[in-house]
T-cell receptor, first 115, second 111 residues
Framework: ETGVTQTPRHLVMGMTNKKSLKCEQH?????MYWYKQSAKKPLELMFV???????ENNSVPSRFSPECPNSSHLFLHLHTLQPEDSALYLC??????????????FGDGTRLSIL | GESVGLHLPTLSVQEGDNSIINCAYS??????FIWYKQESGKGPQFIID?????DKRQGQRVTVLLNKTVKHLSLQIAATQPGDSAVYFC??????????FGKGTTLSVSS
């Protein structure tokens, strides 16, 4: 099993649908992240969870709702999305504290298309 | 605003050449830097990192150079191979803050 696994890999949904993205990390890390990657733009940090607690929400619209039930799993619940939300959504994990800021390990993302 | 950026959006090299990808950062308080590689259809993959108490770090075929005076970071890839074709991102981190990513440089290697 690879370090960070995201499902589904591709998702097409209408603007009125509700769907969820799933991320699982097998690295024993204590922090997990959601990023949005759009063409020609840098990665945009959406949410950060440290020890299951949300520590950062970068002004993300409420139609994106994260959930972190434990330090290995992270979800992104989607509802009433807009066409501009079409992008690659990346999950990452890292180990924070102790020896310091470890690098973040990424999954391969979910390619989301909003019709 | 403060950001991490790259000098060139694209770089084309011949197989076997050495590649140099550059990145500029704006905050002198940044003390940790990472290079990522992202292949088509995949997530970013860690290549190498460097802390601000160092000015050079070497890995397998890759070297990262940090010049704090001019706030410049570079990634050198020796004997570039077709498999090195990807988008390369630099990222910076300041204590207590999240990683900030640059836009990326697309490296194309022709054989």
């Amino acid at each position: 099993e690879t370090g960070v696994t995201q499902t589904p890999r591709h998702l097409v949904m209408g603007m009125t649908n509700k769907k969820s993205l799933k991320c699982e990390q097998h690295l024993g890390h204590n922090a997990m992240y959601w990023y949005k990657q759009s063409a020609k733009k840098p990665l945009e940090l959406m949410f950060v969870y440290n020890f299951k607690e949300q520590t950062e929400n970068n002004s993300v619209p409420s139609r994106f709702s994260p959930e972190c039930p434990n330090s290995s799993h992270l979800f992104l619940h989607l509802h009433t999305l807009q066409p501009e939300d079409s992008a690659l959504y990346l999950c990452a994990s890292s180990q924070v504290g102790g020896q310091g800021r470890g690098s973040q390990h990424f999954g391969d993302g979910t390619r989301l298309s909003i019709l | 605003g403060e950001s991490v950026g790259l000098h060139l959006p694209t770089l084309s090299v011949q197989e076997g050449d050495n590649s140099i990808i550059n990145c500029a950062y704006s905050n002198s308080a940044s003390d940790y830097f990472i290079w990522y590689k992202q292949e088509s259809g995949k997530g970013p993959q860690f290549i190498i990192d460097i802390r601000s108490n160092m000015d050079k770090r070497q890995g397998q075929r890759v070297t990262v150079l940090l010049n704090k005076t001019v706030k410049h970071l570079s990634l050198q890839i020796a004997a570039t191979q077709p498999g090195d074709s990807a988008v390369y991102f630099c990222a910076e981190n300041r204590a207590g803050t999240a990683l900030i990513f640059g836009k990326g440089t697309t490296l194309s290697v022709s054989s």
